[in-house]
């Protein structure tokens, strides 16, 4: 069974930083890509923050380029996301995830609860 689990975030200043992590189910961690999704207010979910292989590669969005970084423990099949320079607009529900979306079936994904990150304005 296909399970990923959010946590870390949570209310943060404009300019504060936090780290949020993703336990991987056992069974896929050392198969897939793992990315990072952000979904804003009132806007679609995106992609900000993803391996590109399962050697270790990263890529970002412009968005965050050079302000989040995406790391993994194989040790822990868990998958980090540290979010330095935080802005009011990086403000949304964080989901990590298979890139592309794991799919359940026709039309159908899986998705995590997700972590909330606030930074006000």
């Known amino acids: 069974q296909v399970q990923f689990v959010e946590s870390g975030g949570g209310l943060v200043q404009a300019g504060g930083s936090l780290r949020l992590s993703c336990k991987v189910s056992e069974t896929i961690f050392g198969s897939v890509i793992i990315g990072w999704y952000r979904q804003g207010p009132g806007r679609q979910r995106d992609l900000v923050a993803r391996?590109?292989?399962?050697?270790?590669?990263?890529n970002y969005d412009d968005s965050v380029k050079g302000r989040f970084t995406i790391s993994r423990d194989n040790a822990k099949n868990t998958v980090y996301l540290q979010m330095n320079s935080l802005t009011p607009e990086d403000t949304g529900v964080y989901y990590c995830n298979t890139v592309p979306p794991w799919q359940l079936g026709a039309q159908r994904y899986y998705w995590g609860q997700g972590t909330q990150v606030t930074v006000p304005s």
């Open positions: 391996f590109t292989n399962l050697a270790g590669g990263t």
